[in-house]
């Protein structure tokens, strides 16, 4: 586990963003107060729209980000019937920012050019400073740092121009960000001591501080333990001299994690004490979950092992109540670790499992992450091109008319001057286009890599081209599913880390063996490894074809297990079972996406897989009504055995046939 880490940068996130909204005061901070000041029709629109933009932002924008969305359109229609230019662009720019915060950032670029065009007309050079500063942020969180930097120092110019200094604070924060990122110390470091000394000539004491607290996030990086302390506590002190709660909880949770990285773990308990009381007082849950993270991985490595599981259940609901899969994954890893320690061996097992379902949807939220990723990039690739075509298409509108009017001149001159402008300018326009494009091309093929690492190619089709895949029915399904015998038990003999090499390198040779029957695979769970033949594309041979990929496992796990005992390892014997039947097939949810399958079918191939035997298939009646005139293989009638919930069920082992 890595707790402390992954707590020192979400405070370092946290601190960041005390910069970016410190540049406005909210003096009223009742949502009621400023809610009547927006319905009340005597006072005048512009007061009317400020206190309803104050009103979204001290609510729905950091709590409810949808509701936000729509509170903000509102509040521009309002802004553009009142013809309040300046309010319409800070509608804007909330808007941008709401999108930004949601990972919808196609939607907060369009918002942003929308109220930058705005801020130009109108010559507001703090509004579009703020635009463009935002602007920059959306390039840096896609890791376009060239780009975010081109944005932050236009913005900077701007704010140098009418001497905005919290916006040049703002944006030298960012500054400090990029080098940091980039592990340039003395650069990060040389930006945020000139944020400092803005905000301390503003007498911005929580600006100052949430500075003073990033840069001893810096120095903890580098392990300079005596130089962090030193500017967590004057960070502290000013957060406990102004009564900023949120800032003491957290940068008392920075300074566990600079003991905690020491060793010296009975003093770093105490400051995350500390620090879980008064995030538990303002209900701050994620750092809650943080630090009481950071407590049970102390008393793991201090061998208190049941103080430790406390610790670890507290943070793990926190973090099934934020939707964290991180911290669930974590959370369950901590449960595991301390239940091997203890000898709770069956408990510890149930616990891996969890964890590796959490790993699974993690690697599938990163691959949607990456796929958002590159959708952004190709639209704002495409914006570029649109932008060159136009311009293009001027240029040749403006040299038809030049022609027309000069027609009487010396043609040839004329024909001269035309193809020297396109050659000299437009052919590397055209050139540029047409690079652009073999580039989108790339990375859309990128694009539908990764997301048929998700979803079988045909759903994977029809959800590009409708946004939805309804479920279907299949008439004849055939499914597999393979387990591994006495896991529980020889797992426990294996660090965790072994474990899951183990399970990995399995797992990813049946995937390839899937492949190469072209039969689909369907989820794992735990040691289990589930896949089906015949959907989503209907498939005559698929019966043939998920047999003889479950040989293949079988085969693959008999060579692994020689393998492993020549080197005197640990090995898995697997047990699988097959059924052919009715299915339903869909996606699951919205978001984190999963190819499922439903029915009685399932739950039948589940139980000739339990019911079967070490190194053997096991298929129903079904599938050997469908196989048994087949010469690739042989049967071995098993008789009817008893089945769970189903009573007794004829069974055939099959193999390959010796001819």
């Known amino acids: 586990m890595n707790t402390k880490k992954n707590n020192t940068y979400t405070q370092y996130i946290l601190f960041s963003l005390f910069i970016l909204i410190s540049s406005k005061t909210w003096a009223q901070n009742n949502l009621d107060s400023l809610f009547g000041v927006w319905q009340n029709r005597q006072i005048s629109d512009s007061i009317r729209v400020d206190a309803f933009l104050d009103y979204i932002q001290a609510g729905a924008f950091y709590s409810q980000p949808d509701s936000a969305v729509i509170l903000l359109k509102q509040a521009y229609d309002f802004s553009e019937n009142s013809q309040d230019t300046i309010a319409m662009i800070d509608a804007l720019n909330m808007a941008g920012y709401n999108f930004f915060r949601m990972g919808k950032y196609p939607d907060a ?99 100052s501080a949430a500075q003073l607290s990033n840069i001893g996030l810096l120095y903890t990086d580098y392990n300079k333990f ?48 500390q620090s879980s009381k008064i995030s538990e007082e303002i209900d701050d849950i994620q750092g809650l979950a943080a630090t009481l993270a950071s407590i049970s991985e102390i008393f793991s490595v201090k061998g208190k092992h049941n103080l430790a599981l406390g610790y670890c259940n507290k ?11 991180g911290g669930i994954e974590q959370g369950y890893d901590c449960l595991y670790e301390n239940h091997k320690a203890l000898g709770n061996h069956t408990k510890a097992l149930l616990y891996l499992e969890e964890m590796l379902v959490y790993k699974d949807s993690l690697k599938t939220e990163e691959a949607s992450a990456k796929l958002q990723q590159m959708e952004f990039a190709k639209q704002v690739l495409a914006d570029s091109l649109l932008q060159v075509e136009k311009e293009m298409k001027i240029e040749m509108a403006h040299q038809a008319e030049v022609r027309k009017k000069d027609r009487n001149r010396n043609v040839a001159i004329g024909a001269g001057l035309f193809f020297v402008v396109l050659s000299g300018g437009l052919y590397h326009r055209w050139r540029f286009v047409k690079k652009s494009k073999i580039i989108i091309e790339k990375e859309r093929d990128r694009s ?162 339990s019911n079967g035997a070490i190194a053997k298939v096991n298929i129903s009646q079904n599938t050997y009504d469908l196989l048994k005139d087949n010469a690739q293989f042989v049967f071995e009638p098993r008789g009817k055995i008893e089945v769970k919930g189903k009573g007794a069920m004829e069974m055939w082992f099959v193999d390959y046939s010796k001819k």
Not at 138 to 154: F, T
Not at 245 to 251: D, E, Q, V, Y
Not at 315 to 325: I, N, R, T, V
């Open 448 to 609: 539908e890599s990764l997301l048929l690492n998700i979803l079988p190619s045909a759903i994977a089709e029809e959800l590009k081209e409708k946004g939805e895949a309804a479920a279907r029915d299949f008439e004849l399904a055939t499914i597999l599913f393979s387990d591994f015998k006495g896991f529980t038990q020889k797992a426990e003999k294996l660090t965790a880390k072994e474990l899951i090499e183990e399970i990995n390198i399995c797992f990813k040779a049946f995937d390839q063996i899937c492949e190469k029957y072209g039969i689909e695979k369907i989820k794992t769970i735990g040691d289990a490894y589930m896949a089906a033949g015949g959907l989503p594309v209907p498939d005559d041979a698929a019966v043939t074809q998920t047999v003889m990929a479950a040989l293949e496992m079988q085969s693959f796990i008999s060579n692994r297990i020689k393998e492993r005992k020549e080197k005197k390892q640990i090995s898995f014997e697997m047990r699988v079972g097959i059924h052919t039947g009715p299915v339903v097939a869909g996606i699951v949810g919205i978001k984190k996406f999963q190819y499922d399958i439903w029915g009685d079918t399932v739950n039948i191939a589940s139980r000739m897989e």
């Open 226 to 273: 005596n130089e962090a302390l030193d500017y967590q506590n004057r960070a502290l002190g000013i957060y406990r001299a102004v009564s900023d709660k949120l800032g003491i909880a957290n940068t008392l949770s920075a300074i566990g994690d600079i003991h905690h990285e020491m060793e010296a773990y009975d003093v770093a308990i105490d400051f995350y004490v």
């Open 109 to 207: 670029l369009a918002k942003y050019k929308k109220g930058l065009a705005l801020a130009e007309i109108i010559e507001d050079d703090h509004g579009a400073g703020s635009i463009l500063m935002r602007t920059g942020y959306i390039y840096h969180d896609n890791e376009d740092l060239v780009k975010a930097l081109q944005y932050y120092e236009r913005s900077l110019k701007l704010f140098e121009a009418i001497n905005d200094l919290n916006g040049i604070g703002s944006i030298y924060n960012e500054f400090g960000n990029i080098y940091k990122s980039k592990g340039d110390f003395d650069k990060s470091l040389d930006y945020y001591s000139k944020s400092i000394a803005i905000n301390d000539s503003l007498y911005d004491d929580i600006g």
């Open 315 to 325: 943070s793990l609901m926190l973090s099934k109540q934020l939707g964290d899969l």
